[in-house]
């Protein structure tokens, strides 16, 4: 059948016309297109992949900057938890340290007064020494001017000598 | 809103049927000639195959054809022969050289020998084929060129291309990532053009070849004879070890070793082949299908006019259906033999045990 008989005509033009068409499209034509479409899938994955990493990255900052901030807090509230207590600390110091000094002045004020009036005591005492010597040498004097008084002064004041010594 | 679109376009579509119904049988009687019976087959063949001129129709007994220039190198008289083919068309001889009416030349250009039998000269004139080959050839560089110039200038951070370019880039991008790069695992750089180059030629012929008065040319085998030709040399010239290794030493049992390596040998040249006929035959019966499905409305109304203006809507509309299958084929087509083609070069590049 002619229609499955090839003809020799057509084949010589078709080995031209696909010959040619082959040669300019392999160098001008698809080189360019495929080229172009390589070099855009590549630049498309590496872009998706650079979204993917800079994705990652945000997350990890995100993750860091959560964690720095929670040290941050936890180093506040540490601070100010020692700093209140330093503050206790430095007022119950103080307190004792007042009381302290409070109750040694106090100590050193009474000791003083009791020194004070020990001396004071002791003038006096001496003092009422002196002046009962005396009184007592007017009032002496006085009694003592017959011999008799003279005589029963001294037997009394034995006796109570002797009374004071138990003898 | 929708519904009353689609009553007119109904209506529309209704009128143009029945207006084909009344026009069709004068032309029918027309082409008819006064004996009134119409020869389908020769028809048929007559626009599926080749010829020395371009026929585009007839106006009245008038035929509206482009001459075209025959180009024949007689081995008998040792000399080239250049002219128009007008000068044979009507069955004249022109130098000793004639149409063929005898049965082994049929509508081929022969003179005769000493002894008066028919000879075939060595003919590449460029008849209808060879001349849409041609201009169609040329039309493809000039699509991809124009499609390469976009890129130029341009590299992978611009925008993607839009309109035409778009498109181009979008089907290159199918048959280079999906046919090329998934069946072919080394030297891709090397079979992309020849691949790229098959699909598109055949897809744009095929297309081309559907639209009236144009040539058949993938349902030509000559032209798919040189396709096959070169998926084979593709696939064997650059073929590794590994692939003759599996043709001629395939893993098999010894006694089955010599067996197998026939099979195989012949497989190298049927799978060519099988290219060759499966492009040819389905463009081939494509046109034939739809030049039967025309013939029915001159057959009919050969037979009687009732007749023809019954059938002539429903066999109009067949042909719409069977244009639109026919684009679907000139695509499936062209994928079909990119994909083979792909696929018998991966196996000449495949590593067996890798």
Redesign the interface.
């Known amino acids: 059948m002619?229609?499955?008989?090839?003809?020799?005509?057509?084949?010589?033009?078709?080995?031209i016309?696909?010959g040619?068409?082959?040669f300019?499209?392999?160098k001008?034509?698809?080189?360019?297109?495929?080229k172009?479409?390589d070099?855009?899938k590549?630049?498309i994955d590496e872009s998706l992949e650079n979204a993917r990493k800079a994705n990652e990255r945000l997350a990890q900052l995100q993750e860091e900057t959560a964690q720095m901030l929670k040290q941050a807090q936890e180093q506040q509230s540490k601070i100010l938890a020692e700093a209140v207590e330093m503050r206790n600390q430095i007022v119950e110091k103080a307190k004792t340290e007042a009381t302290n000094e409070g109750q040694k002045l106090l100590q050193e004020a009474k000791q003083q007064i009791a020194q004070e009036k020990e001396s004071a005591i002791r003038d006096i005492r001496r003092e009422v020494g002196v002046l009962s010597v005396e009184i007592a040498e007017k009032v002496l004097r006085q009694n003592l001017q017959n011999d008799d008084d003279q005589m029963a002064m001294i037997d009394r004041m034995l006796d109570e000598i002797m009374a004071d010594k138990n003898i | 809103m929708r519904n009353r679109k689609s009553d007119k376009i109904t209506w529309i579509v209704c009128m143009m049927m029945l207006a084909i119904s009344f026009l069709i049988p004068s032309s029918a009687r027309a082409s008819g000639g006064e004996g009134g019976s119409f020869d389908a087959s020769e028809m048929i063949f007559g626009h599926i195959g080749d010829s020395y001129e371009w026929h585009f129709t007839n106006i009245g007994e008038k035929a509206i054809a482009l001459p075209l220039p025959v180009i024949l190198y007689s081995r008998e008289r040792g000399e080239w022969f250049l002219f128009s083919s007008s000068r044979i068309m009507e069955g004249e001889t022109y130098n000793g050289f004639y149409l063929s009416k005898g049965e082994k030349y049929k509508g081929k250009l022969v003179e005769q020998d000493i002894n008066g039998d028919e000879v075939r000269p060595l003919d590449i004139s460029l008849t209808k084929n060879a001349c849409a080959l041609l201009i169609n050839s040329l039309l493809l560089i000039l699509l991809v060129l124009w499609c390469a110039r976009w890129y130029k200038e341009k590299d992978q951070t611009s925008d993607a291309p839009r309109g035409f370019v778009g498109l181009m880039e979008m089907m290159v991008s199918m048959v280079y990532e999906d046919v090329i790069k998934a069946n072919i695992p080394v030297h891709v750089q090397r079979y992309a053009p020849y691949l790229l180059c098959a699909f598109f030629f055949i897809f744009l012929n095929n297309l081309i070849g559907l639209i009236p008065g144009s040539a058949n040319l993938t349902g030509n085998i000559a032209i798919t004879l040189v396709l096959a030709l070169c998926t084979f040399l593709m696939v064997n010239i650059f073929a590794n070890k590994e692939y003759w290794k599996e043709i001629f030493w395939a893993d098999v049992p010894l006694w089955m070793k010599p067996v197998m390596a026939v099979v195989e040998f012949l497989g190298i040249f049927t799978k060519p082949i099988a290219l060759m006929i499966r492009l040819f035959a389905n463009i081939m019966a494509g046109h034939a299908a739809l030049l039967a499905l025309v013939s029915v409305i001159f057959i009919t109304f050969s037979i009687s006019s009732l007749l023809g203006g019954l059938m002539t809507p429903l066999t109009v509309l067949f042909c719409i259906f069977l244009d639109f299958l026919e684009v679907l084929v000139a695509f499936i087509q062209a994928y079909v033999f990119t994909m083979l083609s792909a696929v018998f070069i991966g196996l000449s590049q495949a590593h067996h045990h890798e």
């Open positions: 002619f229609l499955l008989t090839p003809d020799s005509g057509l084949i010589f033009w078709m080995l016309a696909f040619v068409v082959f300019v499209l392999a001008y034509g698809w080189p360019v297109i495929t172009m479409i070099s855009r590549q630049y």
